[in-house]
């Protein structure tokens, strides 16, 4: 499967933007999805996963509450919805898909395909 993700821009504190990921193929439903994202400097780091059926998903503590993960299999696209942006949450945001177990997982090393990334830059 290939993935597109989109979306990324400049943002200030306190806004909103939402994160598309475009995925190629007939069975974009029978694959988990995750979003990581890289700070300049850091190492890449878990955001959000939601289960090939939109039944589980699963949350990095420092987006809980502020980032909602949900996916339409209609439309083979995962979103990404990020409210009340930080400074500190600026990186580039790349989805991933992993086959298997209708279940969400935060780890990077479960996932085989990934997308080319999109930035976001929050401005304090």
């Known amino acids: 499967v290939q993935l597109q993700a989109s979306g990324g821009g400049l943002v200030q504190a306190g806004g909103s933007l939402r994160l598309s990921c475009a995925a190629s193929g007939r069975t974009f439903s029978s694959y988990n999805m995750g979003w990581f994202r890289q700070a300049p400097g850091k190492e890449r780091e878990f955001v959000a996963a939601v289960s090939w059926s939109g039944s589980s998903t699963t949350y990095a503590d420092s987006v809980k509450g502020r980032f909602t993960i949900s996916r339409d299999n209609a439309k083979n696209t995962v979103y990404l919805q990020m409210n009340s942006l930080k400074p500190e949450d600026t990186a580039v945001y790349y989805c991933?898909?992993?086959?298997?177990?209708?279940?969400?997982?935060?780890?990077?090393?479960?996932?085989?395909?990934w997308g080319q990334g999109t930035l976001v830059t929050v401005s304090s």
């Open positions: 991933a898909a992993r086959a298997g177990m209708d279940e969400s997982s935060w780890l990077s090393s479960q996932y085989r395909y």
